[in-house]
C-alpha cells in the first residue's frame, strides 16, 4: 500500500514567479491536511480538507496561497509570486477521516522549496 | 504565539537508558496530544498519543504522561535504541477541530 506522496521533492524558484505543490493522500483517505516547517520551527498548519471542501483555511499566511482538492483525491497547494520567507518544507498529510477523535495523520516526505 | 512548547532542542541519552522529552502547552482547549517522530528527509509519523481523559498510555517502549494541572506531556522511551534517534515532535488539538498544533521538536541522539 502506498503512501502518502508528494511532488516534487525539492524546487528551487525566483522570488515572484508561482509555485504548484502537488499531494497525492492514501487511496479512501477523506481528510487531508497542508503544513509548512520553516528553519528551526515547528510544523504549522496551513489547511484540511474533508473531501473536496477546505473548512479551515485559517492557517494560509497570506492571500498569495491557495489550495484545492478535486475528485477526494489529489491536492495541490499554489503559491503565488513567492516570496523568499515562502522557503520551507511543505507537508501534507491524510488520515481516514476528520471528525474530531484524533484519527491518526500519515505524512508525506515533503517538498522542500527554496525561494531565491 | 507557540502554544506547543519543547524547550529542549535536542537530548543525548546512552543506549539502553530512559529517554524523556518533554512538552508543555498553554491553551487549555486542547483535549488530545500526540508524538511522531521524524527521521531526516521523510514526514513525520506517528507515535502514540493520549485523550485528556487519561493520564498514561502506554504502548511498548513509549509512555506518554498527562499533567493536565501542569499543561504538561512528556514521553518516556525505555529503553532507547539507536533507532530511536529522531526528531520528536508534540502535538495537541482541541476536540472536534481539526487543526493539529505542532512544538518546534526535540532531536534526540541515542549513543550506542
Known amino acids: 500500500g502506498a503512501g502518502v506522496s508528494q511532488s516534487p521533492s525539492n524546487k528551487v524558484t525566483e522570488k515572484g514567479k508561482d509555485v504548484e505543490l502537488r499531494c497525492d493522500p492514501i487511496?479512501?483517505?477523506?481528510?487531508l491536511y497542508w503544513y509548512r516547517q520553516s528553519l528551526g520551527q515547528g510544523l504549522e498548519f496551513l489547511i484540511y480538507?474533508?473531501?473536496?471542501?477546505?473548512?479551515?483555511k485559517s492557517g494560509l499566511p497570506s492571500d498569495r496561497f491557495s489550495a484545492e482538492r478535486t475528485g477526494g483525491s489529489v491536492s495541490t497547494l499554489t503559491i503565488q509570486r513567492t516570496q523568499q520567507e515562502d522557503s520551507a518544507v511543505y507537508l501534507c498529510?491524510?488520515?481516514?477521516?476528520?471528525?474530531?477523535?484524533?484519527?491518526?495523520?500519515?505524512f508525506g516526505p515533503g517538498t522542500r522549496l527554496l525561494v531565491l | 504565539d507557540q502554544q506547543v512548547k519543547q524547550n529542549s532542542p535536542s537530548l543525548s541519552v546512552q543506549e539502553g537508558r530512559i529517554s524523556i522529552l518533554n512538552c508543555d502547552y498553554t491553551?487549555?482547549?486542547?483535549?488530545?496530544f500526540l508524538w511522531y517522530k521524524k527521521y531526516p528527509a521523510e514526514g513525520p509519523t506517528f507515535l502514540i498519543s493520549?485523550?485528556?481523559?487519561?493520564d498514561k498510555n502506554e504502548d511498548g517502549r513509549f509512555t506518554v504522561f498527562l499533567n493536565k494541572s501542569a499543561k504538561h506531556l512528556s514521553l518516556h522511551i525505555v529503553p532507547s535504541q539507536p533507532g530511536d534517534s529522531a526528531v520528536y515532535f508534540c502535538?495537541?488539538?482541541?476536540?472536534?477541530?481539526?487543526?493539529?498544533?505542532f512544538g518546534t521538536g526535540t532531536k534526540l541522539q541515542v549513543i550506542p
Open positions: 498529510a491524510s488520515s481516514l477521516e476528520a471528525s474530531g477523535r484524533g484519527e491518526t495523520q500519515y
Open positions: 487511496s479512501g483517505h477523506t481528510a
Open positions: 480538507f474533508q473531501g473536496n471542501s477546505a473548512p479551515d
Open positions: 491553551n487549555s482547549m486542547f483535549d488530545y
Open positions: 493520549i485523550s485528556s481523559i487519561k
Open positions: 502535538a495537541a488539538r482541541a476536540g472536534g477541530y481539526q487543526k493539529v498544533t
